[in-house]
């Protein structure tokens, strides 16, 4: 069966300092790979996503980055934290083309800077 | 582009009451919905899903929801609520031509009362 994996579930940081998130995905292959945030009381905005390893799109430009270094791993990261990346961060996969398919969600890290 | 609304941010009903949750979308091509749930601090999980065929969608937990083209609408309902639904609920679309991306709409709070 198809499981998704995201750790770590919780984490609290300090301003500049690094972040790596790492999320990976089991009984698929090439699957599409994908990085939400969602802030507080709001929804879920796309920061990442991937059809294959090392094809990464950003969706919106900020001071994280993404990588996939291997077809089922999909790492976040970012080298100085700011206040503004608190939130909560979920990893998702697809399997598929042409949209005929549901995202499957990790489930989530909560991330605090402080 | 594509977008959803959900235009209400928060939903306090009764349980055993009716309730249904709004969804609109804007897209220029062929489209697939979906309703997830989030219950706090979790990952998201698919309630129901329209894909193609009939425009009344049959998912879990007793929800049900209607495509309606015309309207670009694709409301969530359910018969009779229970405490157990109080979650965050979120309405998303994909593009048929380009699968790769899911949008979601800002979510929906539902709020079961006793």
């Known amino acids: 069966s198809q499981t998704i994996h995201q750790w770590p579930a919780t984490l609290v940081q300090p301003v500049g300092s690094p972040l790596s998130l790492e999320c990976t995905v089991e009984g698929t292959s090439n699957p599409n790979l994908y990085w939400y945030r969602q802030a507080a009381g709001r929804g879920l905005q796309l920061l990442f996503y991937?059809?294959?390893?090392?094809?990464i799109s950003s969706e919106v430009p900020q001071n994280l980055s993404a990588s996939r270094p291997q077809d089922r791993q999909f790492i976040l990261s970012s080298k100085k934290l700011l206040l503004s990346d608190s939130g909560f961060y979920l990893c998702?996969?697809?399997?598929?083309?042409?949209?005929?398919?549901?995202?499957?969600f990790g489930q989530g890290t909560r991330l605090t800077v402080v | 582009a594509q977008s959803v609304t959900q235009l209400d941010s928060q939903v306090p009903v009764f349980e055993e009451a009716p309730v249904e949750l709004r969804c609109n979308y804007s897209?220029?091509?062929?489209?697939?919905l979906f309703w997830y749930v989030q219950y706090p601090n979790q990952g998201l999980q698919l309630l129901l899903k329209?894909?193609?065929?009939?425009?009344l969608v049959k998912g879990i937990n007793g929800f049900e929801a209607e495509f309606n083209k015309s309207q670009t609408s694709f409301h969530l309902r359910k018969p009779s609520v229970h405490i157990s639904d109080t979650a965050e609920y979120f309405c998303?679309?994909?593009?048929?031509?380009?699968?790769?991306?899911?949008?979601f709409g800002p979510g929906t709070r539902l709020s079961v009362l006793p």
């Open positions: 991937s059809v294959g390893i090392g094809q």
């Open positions: 998303a679309v994909t593009e048929g031509n380009y699968g790769q991306n899911f949008v």
């Open positions: 897209s220029s091509v062929s489209v697939y």
């Open positions: 998702a996969y697809s399997s598929g083309f042409g949209g005929r398919t549901e995202a499957f």
């Open positions: 329209y894909l193609s065929g009939s425009t």
